[in-house]
Structures are given as structure tokens and as C-alpha cells.
């Protein structure tokens, strides 16, 4: 069974920092383009962050400069480091890994509750 598991949200003030990991265990991670999302309420769920198995990465225009994605294959582990946070990053975050090859095998995280307020 495969099943990416989110950690590391949680309340966090307007200008401070917060790292999700994802921890992906059933797959190959090398094999898997790895992306974070994330869904507001009352929204629509929005790409964040996009990585190749490489490691180039691809950011939402609204987090560039704030965030970084990472990932380390040997743990079978992505990140995203947040940065300057702001109350419209609100938001459940999700990890999902999707296979470079075979379109049928991606898999989604149950998310974790980012909240951005004083």
C-alpha cells in the first residue's frame, strides 16, 4: 500500500517559517515526480510545487521566493520549507507522487492543516 504521509503543519505567525515533510514509503522515490499541494477552504486545490525526479523544481507564482521544495531520494522524502508565511497560505497541504511513466500511479497524502494567524 502505498500512502504519502504529511507532517510538520500546524499555527504559525504572519512572517515565520514552517517545513512539511512528506514521507512516501511503497515506492521508488527516484521514479515519482513529486509535487506539493494545497487546498483552502471554501477553494479549489492549487499546485504549489512541482519536482522532477532530479530535483528541478517548479513554484507557484504566488510562493516563489518563499518556499523551496526538496526531496531526498535515499529517504524517500520531500520537503517544502516555507518561508515569510502570509494568512493566504492558510491551507491543508498535500504531498502527491506521480510516476514518470505509468499515468495510473499517483498517490495522494491526507494532507496536513497549515494556519497562518496572530
Known amino acids: 500500500q502505498v500512502q504519502p504521509v504529511e507532517s510538520g503543519g500546524g499555527l504559525v505567525q504572519p512572517g515565520g517559517p514552517l517545513r512539511l515533510s512528506c514521507a512516501a514509503s511503497?515506492?521508488?522515490?527516484?521514479?515519482?515526480?513529486m509535487a506539493w499541494y494545497r487546498q483552502a477552504p471554501g477553494k479549489e486545490r492549487e499546485l504549489v510545487a512541482r519536482m522532477t525526479p532530479s530535483g528541478i523544481t517548479n513554484y507557484a507564482d504566488s510562493v516563489k521566493g518563499r518556499f523551496t521544495a526538496s526531496r531526498e531520494n535515499a529517504k524517500n522524502t520531500v520537503y517544502l520549507q516555507m518561508s515569510s508565511l502570509k494568512a493566504e497560505d492558510t491551507a491543508v497541504y498535500y504531498c502527491?507522487?506521480?510516476?514518470?511513466?505509468?499515468?495510473?500511479?499517483?498517490?495522494w497524502g491526507q494532507g496536513t492543516q497549515v494556519t497562518v494567524s496572530s
Open positions: 511503497g515506492i521508488t522515490l527516484s521514479t515519482y515526480h
Open positions: 502527491k507522487a506521480a510516476h514518470l511513466i505509468v499515468s495510473t500511479r499517483n498517490y
